[in-house]
Every structure is written in C-alpha cells, then in structure tokens.
T-cell receptor, first 112, second 111 residues
C-alpha cells in the first residue's frame, strides 16, 4: 500500500496570508490527524477527523481549521498566518479501532 | 490538562552503551505508545503497551509499562548508530483519541 502523502512538502508564506495543506491517508484508513511540530513546543495535536467529522481538537486558535472529504483525504487551513506558525505540519492516518498511526513526510511551512 | 514528561531531553552515548528514556504522566493511562523519529523524518510507530506492568521486547529494545500505569520506559541495549533519533511516548485520552505526545528524548550515538 502507498503511504500517507502530504502536499506540498515545502511552503513559504507571508504574515497575514492563509495556507491550505493536503493529506492523503493510506487506503482504507478513515481517521486522519494533524500535528504541528516545532523545536520549542514539540509535537502538538491539532485535530482528528473520522468519516468527515472532527472528532477531537487540540488547543489551537480558531485560525487553524480542517476538513475531511468522503474519500478520507483531509485538508487543514491556517488563516492570517503569524511568524509563530512556522513549523512542520504532520498528518497521520490510522484504522479507527487501532491506535497505531502512520505519519506522512510533513509539510514544512515557513512564514516570513 | 494531561502532561507527559520525558527524561532525559537529550542523551549522548558511545556506540555499544545502553540507553533508557522515561515517560511520566500526571494521570493514569489506558495505554501508551512509543514512536521513533529519525532526523529529518517523521514519527514511526514502535509499540503499544496496555496492561499494568507489561514488558515487551523488540530485538535490543525493551518497553515497560508501570504498575500504576502512570509511567513507561524504553531501554535500548548496546546502542548502534541506527538508533539515532528522537523517541516519543504517546498517550491517548477520551473516547475519540485525543493524542498527547511526550516531550521526546533525542538520542545521539557516538561511533
């Protein structure tokens, strides 16, 4: 099976802009989670989607949002970008009944 | 909220030495997972522990879940350069998998 794919892999944006990141899970995985990884804060959970519904949300401001499509692909959006949003954004998919997550390679976002 | 502390934050060892990282939770856990992230890579699942006092082994790696299910450890025997990376413990809470990653332990192996 193909692994989790994320696009784009690298992105440079300016403060105030918005950005949309995409994640395609492993075939058959209906749960998709998003994480932000920074040197200072580590790996932080953003949200999880299952069957197009957000099931859990981490402690991030409303500027961070996401959605999931009927084919389980997911997107996350960050509006009004801030310098502190520069990070590696990781997507992970799993089978709902199992905790083991499969991570994609991530999208490296730089906000200038 | 739940916090998952890992110690040490960094560890440098000579190749062949042993290494241990510890994960401590402020609350009782239902289960715990361990992941490894190589430099420049993404986290990769290693194992899940569920039972109190559970010990699992994967070759040179030994994972243990505390009796009170509030702590866990990962021990690597005779480290190799391929063990380099950051090791995270991960816990889930709630019915819908709110996930908390530990702070991570970054392992550097000196050849």
């Amino acid at each position: 099976k193909a692994g989790v794919t994320q696009t784009p892999r690298y992105l440079i944006k300016t403060r105030g802009q918005q950005v949309t990141l995409s994640c395609s899970p492993i075939s058959g995985h209906r749960s998709v989670s998003w994480y932000q990884q920074t040197p200072g804060q580590g790996l932080q959970f953003l949200f999880e989607y299952f069957s197009e519904t957000q099931r859990n949300k981490g402690n991030f401001p409303g500027r961070f949002s996401g959605r999931q499509f009927s084919n389980s692909r997911s997107e996350m959006n960050v509006s009004t970008l801030e310098l502190g949003d520069s990070a590696l954004y990781l997507c992970a998919s799993r089978v709902q009944e199992v905790n083991e997550q499969y991570f994609g390679p991530g999208t490296r976002l730089t906000v200038t | 909220g739940q916090q998952v502390m890992q110690i040490p934050q960094y560890q440098h060892v000579q190749e062949g030495e042993d290494f241990t990282t510890y994960c401590n939770s402020s609350t009782t856990l239902s289960n715990i997972q361990w992941y490894k992230q190589r430099p420049g890579g993404h986290p990769v699942f290693l194992i899940q522990l569920v039972k109190s006092g559970e010990v699992k082994k994967q070759k040179r790696l030994t994972f243990q879940f505390g009796e009170a299910k509030k702590n866990s450890s990962l021990h690597i025997t005779a480290t190799q350069t391929t063990d380099v990376g950051t090791y995270f413990c991960v816990m889930n809470s709630g019915g819908y998998q709110k996930v908390t990653f530990g702070t991570g332990t970054k392992l550097q192996v000196i050849p």
